[in-house]
C-alpha cells in the first residue's frame, strides 16, 4: 500500500512517500505554509499526483505523550485534511523525527526528511500490526 506521510509546520510542511509495496519510505518535498489557499492547493496537488492509499500525519507529542499546542494544530490540520481528500488520513506519533532528520546528512531539505522517518517508523509499525 502506497502511503504519504506529512510533517505538518505552519511554515513547512514535509512530504516523504513510500514505494507501492508499503515498504520504502524516501523524502520527496516540502510545501510551503499548507495553511493557506495557494499552500493547500499545492498539497492536495501533490497528493493527486502521487495517488497515495493512506496519507500519515505526524503528531508531535511531548517527550512525555502530551498534547501540547502544536500537536493541537496538527489534529486541526489532519481535520481538514479529511474533508478535502478520499483516502484515510491517520495521526502517528512523530517524537523525534526532527532530531533524527537533523542527524541525516543530506541534500534533501530537513522537513521532508522528518517526514521520511515519521513514515518510516509508521511502516514498521503497520507491518508489525499485521503479523
Known amino acids: 500500500m502506497k502511503v504519504l506521510a ?3 509546520g505552519s511554515a513547512r ?3 516523504a512517500v513510500s514505494d507501492p509495496s508499503g515498504v ?13 489557499k495557494l499552500g493547500a ?5 501533490l497528493i493527486a499526483e502521487e495517488q497515495p492509499e493512506q496519507i500519515v500525519v505526524g503528531l508531535p507529542l511531548t517527550l512525555r505523550g502530551e498534547h501540547g499546542k502544536q500537536a493541537h ?3 486541526a490540520f489532519a481535520r481538514r485534511l479529511r474533508e478535502r481528500v478520499t483516502v484515510p488520513v491517520e495521526l502517528f506519533d512523530e517524537r523525534l523525527t526532527t532530531v533524527l532528520a ?5 541534500d534533501t531539505p ?9 513514515l518510516e517508523s509508521f511502516l514498521t509499525w503497520s507491518t508489525s500490526r499485521e503479523n
Request: charged share 25%.
Open 6 to 8: 506529512l510533517d505538518y
Open 73 to 75: 494544530e496538527t489534529e
Open 24 to 36: 520504502i519510505a524516501r523524502p520527496l518535498t516540502v510545501v510551503e505554509q499548507v495553511g493557506t
Open 102 to 106: 537533523a542527524r541525516t546528512p543530506s
Open 41 to 45: 492547493e499545492r498539497l492536495l496537488a
Open 110 to 118: 530537513e522537513d521532508a526528511r522528518a517526514a521520511a522517518h515519521l
Open 13 to 15: 510542511t514535509g512530504v
